[in-house]
């Protein structure tokens, strides 16, 4: 586990670079991140390159025992190649193209671009190919980022005509798919097929859904096009990307397949602030805002080592105040140091900090930095390098892996998203009511694709997994069949993967081992009751309530309020060695917690106690985190483990860490502390 730091040496006088990386070695800090945005100071004009300014800063980082990653610069196209190729630039529903002037401006169908980006990343790799000071290389910069994956303009207009071409082979075909009987929608040619622009009212869900496929496709060969050329220059080098957090239009797993591992870009304070399962800006209060929601940032941890398949990097962690929106709190004292332990601790290698230094120009003169813009120490220079110390006083670990799997499905979410039914229908918020209600019971989970092998896991949670193929479908009802405790929850299985509601209801081809079907389905604004019974005890739920009816299925929830009181809500089945859940309500935390812990007793797992409020424990390789996002202190008992950094008293923003199970360790608010 080690730490790293975004540098921008073009943003700095040349004699100011070596105190500067000076400084860095003595934080600690071991890789230095540079260049993603750099393409006019490598080409200032067509066919002008000048590499030594970033050989120079590399070596320096080589000299001082660092290394340097190197970033292809294709995020901010300079202004000379967007004035030579307009039509590179991306386009918005309406035909609008992006000017020139901030980043992302670019569209990943534009063959012009993409014979622009294969120009200047080849020379780039040429130049630092066998160069020992360079480990690996982040392709562009944070995909999608700036609502940029989806773009709608005659390249990509041709490029999703043949993408359907590929996918269907004939236009009769696509039109049965999709179910283009519907008003009057039947095409005659796949080149009538456009993307989708402007409407009256809503688009045909199956076409938006493959055009959300084709965008987040188009990227994946974008970025495919980067690796290819990193690796022919230099197989010796690691490929990633950083990605970012509860990001819905780009397949994370599709793009990791080209590189060697995920990074993300780790802003803790500013995801809380835009989850939509946490309060308000104004109703947050200070631990949300100076110390952000440790499960907001722990499951995407969790999601990108999925992705990854083992370690991952935090390519940016938020180093200080940020310039989000709408407020910008400075975290409290201990929490970068805090943040870096907590990511370490659920499987990244390093995590590097953006930025080195606050800069004096352009548009982010107010996002922080671990040094201030007149180059002294910033608040977080001091906890960063008490991280790298600590980090290298514990042994090398591997990277967690858990009992308990979360299915991701990207398809899944862009056909609910595309019809939420609710204005808080949110996919990941969903799957976070169960990482919470797992994690508050320090179970560590891990975020999996659907092509993942259900069988290393006890147990597997399929949250709103809507779109399933008859051989997924197959493949769960064999899981359980053969052992596994599987837990559908609302809205899942209800349609095939063309988007289109199945011939029998939902959950469709599994509804047989689960012995119940849903008959009913409402969405439920806050104001009407909401009220299930569960194992005897009474519990709320949100948003959205289905109701059942079993046969052959044991009802385990009722329905106690509105149109459905009295109906089933929760069936369980056994079905061969193992058992089948639908949970037909989107629980609130007690519920979640009992469904939680009824599922880990079932599939033999340890369960722990449930943790105080934003206390988490986390275990990796043998060694568990004690993180205390809570102000005031908390005290623990290792179990079997003893503590090998901090303390039994665990103050507000600190953490420990012991060398034993998380489920052995107890903790208690401290009422010394
Ligand atoms: C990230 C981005 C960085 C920088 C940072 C702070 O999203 O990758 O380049 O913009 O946010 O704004």
Aim: charged residues 25%.
């Amino acid at each position: 586990m080690q730490t790293g730091v975004c540098y921008f040496p073009e943003h700095w006088p040349r004699e100011r670079w070596e105190a500067d990386v000076e400084r860095m070695a003595e934080a600690g800090i071991e890789y230095v991140r540079m260049s993603e945005f750099a393409w006019n100071r490598m080409e200032p004009e067509p066919g002008e390159y000048e590499f030594e300014w970033l050989a120079e800063a590399v070596d320096l980082v080589g000299e001082h025992g660092m290394n340097a990653v190197l970033c292809t610069p294709t995020a901010t196209p300079p202004k000379w190649l967007v004035d030579e190729y307009p039509g590179i630039r991306q386009e918005r529903p309406d035909g609008t193209p992006l000017e020139f002037g901030s980043r992302r401006h670019y569209c990943f169908n534009s063959p012009e671009y993409r014979r622009e980006s294969r120009r200047i990343i080849e020379r780039l790799a040429d130049r630092f190919a066998g160069n020992e000071a360079v480990a690996g290389w982040q392709t562009d910069n944070e995909f999608g980022c700036h609502d940029t994956v989806r773009c709608y303009c005659d390249d990509c207009t041709s490029a999703f005509r043949t993408w359907l071409r590929e996918t269907y082979d004939s236009v009769d075909a696509l039109n049965d798919a999709w179910g283009n009987a519907f008003w009057s929608q039947e095409y005659t040619g796949f080149a009538e097929v456009d993307v989708p622009g402007p409407t009256p009212a809503e688009h045909h869900p199956t076409r938006l859904l493959d055009y959300h496929r084709f965008a987040s496709d188009s990227v994946v060969e974008y970025n495919r096009l980067h690796a290819d050329l990193l690796r022919e220059a230099d197989d010796e080098w690691f490929v990633t990307h950083n990605f970012m957090g509860d990001f819905e239009p780009l397949d994370a797993f599709d793009v990791t397949e080209d590189l060697d591992f995920a990074a993300w870009d780790s802003y803790p304070t500013l995801h809380t602030q835009q989850a939509p399962d946490t309060p308000a800006p104004e109703d947050a209060g200070a631990d949300l805002h100076r110390a952000g929601d440790p499960d907001v940032t722990g499951m995407n941890h969790a999601l990108y080592r999925g992705v990854s398949g083992g370690p991952f990097w935090i390519m940016e962690n938020q180093a200080g105040d940020i310039r989000a929106f709408p407020y910008s709190a400075e975290p409290d004292d201990g929490m970068i140091r805090l943040w870096t332990h907590q990511a370490a601790a659920h499987g990244a290698d390093v995590v590097s900090y953006f930025r080195w230094r606050r800069c004096q120009f352009g548009q982010e003169q107010y996002w922080g930095a671990l040094n201030n813009y007149d180059g002294s120490p910033d608040r977080g220079l001091e906890e960063a390098a008490d991280a790298a110390a600590e980090f290298d006083s514990l042994p090398d670990l591997d990277a967690p892996s858990g009992d308990v799997a979360i299915l991701v499905d990207y398809d899944s979410m862009w056909a609910l998203h595309s019809e939420r039914h609710a204005p808080d229908f949110d996919y990941w918020s969903h799957l976070r009511t169960y990482y919470r209600a797992f994690r508050r019971r320090g179970t560590t989970v891990d975020l999996v694709s659907t092509s993942a092998d259900f069988d290393e896991y006890a147990a597997v949670v399929a949250p709103s997994l809507h779109l399933v193929a008859d051989d997924l479908a197959d493949r769960l009802a064999a899981y359980a069949e053969g052992g596994g405790e599987l837990l559908l929850t609302v809205r899942s299985a209800t349609k095939d993967e063309n988007h289109r509601l199945r011939d029998e209801l939902a959950p469709g081809p599994l509804a047989d081992a689960l012995g119940a079907r849903v008959e009913q389905h409402e969405s439920l604004s806050p104001g009407l009751e909401t009220r299930v019974s569960y194992e005897g005890e009474t519990y709320d739920y949100r948003t959205w309530a289905e109701w059942l009816r079993p046969d052959g299925g044991t009802v385990v929830g009722r329905h106690e309020s509105g149109a459905a009181d009295g109906e089933p809500a929760i069936v369980r089945n056994a079905s061969g060695d193992g058992h089948l859940t639908y949970v037909g309500v989107w629980p609130e935390d007690g519920l979640a917690d009992a469904i939680v812990v009824a599922l880990l007793e079932r599939a033999a797992l340890p369960v722990g106690e449930r943790l105080p409020d934003r206390v988490r424990l986390t275990e990796r390789d043998g060694h568990t985190w004690v993180t205390n996002f809570r102000a005031d202190a908390v005290s623990i008992d290792p179990g079997s483990g003893s503590v090998v950094l901090g303390d039994e008293s665990v103050p507000g923003r600190d953490l420990a860490v012991v060398d034993g199970p998380a489920h052995e360790i107890g903790v208690g608010v401290d009422v010394d502390g």
